[in-house]
């Protein structure tokens, strides 16, 4: 799964005196002052599969975040090189690159990452988890494994990280002292330790070109998180990984005195800004809204910030949250560990209780965002289309060809002539083998770009240079399967003329310019719908 967020709630302030101690934002020292690497079931360490699948993207033309890389000069000047990189393999790694990448740089990287975090060391990349377990955007991109497995010999990516891996184990020891913060005061607050057990792992992974982003993905009992190297250290999301990494077996273990609660879901899947993962699962639910107490229980908040964070969580359907955080207070105050106490705290829920209080609960809307403190009604529908835009993105990462659809053209009804939503319904319709609508699509965010958004739309946004650039890509390659070869090559040559468009594109474009698109169908198979 993606990393799972937490609110943004108010600047921390001096805690009462039953709220427990937390550390104040780390900044990330200097290399070589930490030597601490490894605790009791988490481990910070580089990993070659990360390291190959971030070169690959490198090769292929993905946007990655250099600002990281003041200190590792190598490591640049390796992705410099990749970008230069010729031969079958490496081309054959940039067809799949463009056929798999989305509008979205961040939904790109997350669907790569998380092969990379379920796949197997060089040279081969053989998944390590059993086929049934893999997350549906890893199931996507299955193909990807013998890609990489080719590039990686092509590219010779083990002499290469020879040449980097000392600049790679220098960043990981940065992160020594802030991990080393998150675990103490986790498991002192719990007063639990994480255990050694078989097959139980947590794995920091650092991998400077992911930038400030976060990739956390569990698979089973596999738990891993991906970063870069950003000036503060990404507390709230290294600590939310750690504490379901340290707490998911509890709601596992207590499953059948979860469900005796159960009814509370009918009221909170009712809540539009509920995560869609936990409408139909109750013990999810649950567990999330646990993690997000034990959250707020380690932050520095007065009482009036803990209860507009309380407030926040109800109204975006996490109901749980306020009766956990009750509950935990009172274990602040008492002896056993977490994993004794866990079920007098699900115990303790009174769900007649819950049932009344939820009734009278004013779920955040569609159209609103999901944060306190909104300033106005067109931040918070503006916030509303992008939150909404993104997972339209993350149903077009899963193939979910139909959502997205679905999705795209709700926004569209809300906010016509929106560029993103144009592309990522024309996107979708490619997936579906739309090619009249998806030609229309494209054909207006490109008209949007030359011409504006139209009457009475002068402030709306106009096209990024990335859903430029790839709508006349896609175009050109609608008008080689047409036939179009003339109408084609100046699609390619448009997208080239973009200012500021991806390598990515760039690299498609000029194949496009030289080569008629045919996309490639193995033996056997069915056709691809045009794009």
């Not at 997000?292 to 910030?305: D, F, G, I, Y």
């Not at 955040?364 to 835009?389: C, F, H, I, W």
């Not at 690299?507 to 056997?524: C, D, E, H, I, T």
Request: glycine share 4%; proline share 8%; with cysteine.
């Amino acid at each position: 799964m993606a990393i799972l967020g937490v609110p943004a709630f108010a600047q921390q302030s001096s805690s009462s005196s039953t709220t427990p101690p937390a550390p104040a934002v780390q900044t990330i020292p200097p290399a070589r002052q930490l030597v601490a690497q490894t605790y009791n079931g988490l481990s910070i360490e580089t990993s070659q599969q990360v390291f190959a699948t971030m070169c690959a993207l490198d090769a292929a033309g993905f946007p990655s975040d250099e600002s990281t890389l003041a200190e590792m000069p190598a490591r640049l000047a390796l992705r410099e090189d990749l970008l230069k990189l010729q031969g079958a393999a490496t081309q054959a790694l940039r067809k799949f690159y463009h056929d798999h990448a989305m509008a979205e740089p961040g939904e790109t990287l997350s669907r790569f990452m998380a092969f990379a975090l379920v796949a197997g060391p060089p040279p081969t990349f053989k998944f390590e988890v059993p086929q049934d377990l893999l997350p549906p955007d890893v199931l996507s991109l299955q193909e990807f494994q013998e890609v990489l497995a080719a590039f990686y010999q092509e590219a010779h990516l083990d002499s290469r990280w020879r040449q980097v891996e000392r600049e790679y184990q220098d960043a990981t020891l940065r992160y020594g002292l802030p991990v080393n913060d998150i675990v103490t005061v986790s498991n002192a607050y719990l007063r639990e330790v994480a255990k050694p057990s078989k097959g139980r792992s947590f794995f920091i992974y650092v991998e400077p070109l992911v930038g400030s982003r976060t990739i956390f993905r569990n698979t089973g009992d596999r738990y891993a998180i991906v970063v870069g190297l950003p000036h503060e250290f990404p507390t709230a999301e290294v600590r939310h990984a750690y504490l379901h990494f340290l707490l998911d077996p509890l709601p596992l273990q207590n499953r059948t005195l979860i469900q005796s609660k159960a009814a509370l879901l009918n009221i909170a899947a009712r809540a539009p800004h509920l995560p869609p993962e936990y409408e139909s699962d109750f013990n999810a639910l649950t567990d999330e809204c646990f993690i997000k107490a034990v959250e707020l229980r380690l932050q520095r908040l007065s009482a009036n910030q803990l209860e507009a964070a309380m407030t926040d969580a109800d109204r975006s359907g996490f109901i749980l949250v306020r009766p956990i955080v009750a509950q935990l207070q009172k274990f602040e105050k008492d002896e056993p560990a977490m994993s004794y106490y866990f079920s007098d705290l699900i115990q303790a829920i009174d769900v007649q209780k819950e049932q009344k209080r939820a009734q009278k609960i004013d779920f955040y809307p569609v159209d609103a965002t999901t944060g306190p403190g909104e300033k106005n009604v067109a931040q918070n529908q503006e916030s509303d289309l992008e939150r909404r835009m993104d997972l339209g993105d993350r149903e077009i990462a899963l193939q979910h060809a139909p959502a997205a659809e679905a999705i795209f053209q709700a926004v569209l009804k809300q906010s016509p002539n929106q560029p993103r939503a144009m592309y990522g319904l024309a996107i979708a319709s490619v997936l579906e083998g739309k090619a009249l609508a998806a030609r229309e699509l494209f054909e207006k965010v490109v008209a949007t770009a030359a011409h504006g958004p139209g009457p009475g739309l002068e402030t709306a946004k106009l096209p990024d240079a990335s859903q430029l650039a790839w709508s006349h890509i896609y175009l050109g390659r609608i008008h080689d399967l047409e036939g179009e070869r003339g109408s084609a090559v100046n699609e390619y040559q448009a997208a080239l003329s973009v200012d500021g468009a991806p390598e990515s594109a760039r690299l498609a474009a000029q194949r496009g310019v030289s080569v008629a698109y045919a996309p490639q169908v193995k033996p056997g198979a069915t056709p691809p719908a045009k794009p």
